[in-house]
């Protein structure tokens, strides 16, 4: 029977796909290539010189969160892929990082299972993993604990007094609130942050004060 593959292609260096990955893209039929409403195709970039001969199906994922655009886009892209899986064809859908971290894939996987459809995810290296390794800086040792926070968090603050290594991810577009929440929690001191880790234009800031407020939206923050 024909299914679905959720891979992640990892945070922006094509050497960092698994070869899992690898394989999934391989042996698909269809990949579907999740597009934003720019046009950009940035799982798409990272992955292309591993997919060949392959029909390619584009999934508009606006950039939004206007939850009826965000459920129709998810519909359609849905649909899409059922008919290819109903088709016969295996169907991998690639995505930025891991796709059970903050992925697109996520609603589509759960649309899939609920029309019965067989569904494979196939894990991948994640952005604050991939910055952690570019600073040289351990995540966590021993007994810490780790917080991921997403910067659009409602309760980002009250996150932020956790004990432990925070990262806080998708904080592009809300980078001068969250300089603001860490200055405020004394926190700033120890935090970095890398822009576009992996891909072309990667920037690393050792001293989260010298950034200005307007940053990619692939910028990981961690505070230790």
Do not use: H, W
Not at 54 to 60: G, P, Q, R, V, Y
């Amino acid at each position: 029977m024909a299914r679905l593959y959720g891979v992640g292609v990892g945070p922006g260096d094509s050497e960092l796909i698994t070869l899992k990955a690898l394989r999934v893209l391989e042996s698909a039929d269809v990949i579907a290539v999740p597009v934003t409403g720019s046009g950009s195709r940035t799982a798409y970039d990272i992955a292309k010189g591993y997919i060949r001969d392959k029909k390619i199906l584009e999934c508009t994922m606006p950039m939004t969160r206007d939850e009826k655009k965000l459920a129709d886009a998810y519909k359609k892209a849905a649909d899409d892929i059922f008919d290819c899986i109903r088709a016969g064809m295996d169907v991998a859908y690639i995505t930025l990082g891991d796709p059970c971290v903050y992925s697109s894939f996520t609603r589509i996987r759960s649309a899939l299972v609920q029309r019965g459809c067989a569904v494979e995810t196939v894990p991948a290296v994640t952005s604050f993993c991939a910055a952690a390794a570019r600073l040289e800086m351990p995540l966590c040792d021993g007994s810490e604990p780790l917080v991921i926070i997403p910067a659009d968090c409602e309760n980002t603050g009250s996150l932020l007094d956790i004990q432990g290594t925070k990262v806080i991810m998708k904080s592009g577009g809300r980078l001068g609130e969250v300089k603001a929440l860490l200055t405020d929690k004394g926190l700033d001191g120890g935090a970095v942050m890398v822009e576009k880790c992996g891909m072309d234009g990667e920037k690393i800031y050792t001293d989260i004060e010298k950034t200005d407020s307007d940053k990619s939206y692939f910028s990981v923050i961690i505070v230790r």
